[in-house]
């Protein structure tokens, strides 16, 4: 046990070679690590001598990684993410407040009802932020932010809510009233937004595209709410539908199911939130049950 600990370089040296070898400069990783430029290089000299192999090819203005150098390099990023994050996993105490900004849909139709289990599961206080319609964009800041789109985010922590798909869904008494048994006759309601429109939905179903909606709404909360009043046919989110769907409030017309491949994501940076908590609250929300 002794020995293999012996023969480990020391970590301040390993992390003069990773910041070193990440940003091409000794000045730059100086820098980052909060040393001076020689200070830099006469650590990695010191590992050098220690592995006893060259890991930089040093020229006049420029050094690059030799073929040790690049082949070690992933190893020591692996480990030392490794470390970084079971660290934090395990030892970190965590914010005492979360802020989570959503869409209005997003927080009425899936974060309100899984909020109580966020609260108990992360240990914080919870303070949720909505933003307007066209209001995507998603910043690395310290707000835990849940938006729409196709992924790889510039985030440390995502991972989608569910998996998008749309299906026609009304009241019970809009079907009760009609004076057809052919759903495609009722009158429509369009949600505006990113996700695929009637005629998306019509196209590839082979469905008639008519009649139009006569009616636009520009949440997915506002359309299914006008779906429930009775006010025409949803093309609703499933997942987003599904409490509704359950209690009877809201009933599915057919056996399409149009799948999107863009979704809600829940994206998160380590300033905004520990990795026990993210746990946590990805577990939460990620929940199909509440």
Known sequence: MEESS???PPLEWVRAFEATARLGSFTAAANEI??????????????EKHLNTQLFLRQARTISLTVDGETWLPYVQAAL??????SE????????????????????????PRLARVHADTGAQISVQSY??????????????????SGNWPHHYQIPLFTEALTPVCAPSLLEEAETDDWTSLPRLACTGPRPDWSSFTQRFALPSTPMPQIRIDTMDGTIKAAKAGLGVALGSLPLCLSDLQSGALVRLGEHIFDHSETYWLLATRSAISRRQWESLSSALTSTEI
Not at 34 to 47: C, D, E, K, Y
Not at 81 to 86: A, D, K, M, N, V
Not at 132 to 149: E, F, K, V, W
């Open 34 to 47: 909060g040393l001076t430029q020689p200070a830099v290089s006469q650590r990695i000299g010191l590992l």
């Open 89 to 112: 996993l395990l030892f970190a105490s965590g914010k005492n407040r979360l802020t989570i900004s959503a869409s209005q849909s997003v927080i009425s139709l899936w974060l309100l």
């Open 132 to 149: 307007i319609l066209g209001g995507q964009t998603a910043t690395t800041d310290n707000t835990i932010q849940i938006r729409y789109g």
């Open 6 to 8: 012996q023969s480990l």
């Open 81 to 86: 993410r490794g470390l970084s994050e079971s």
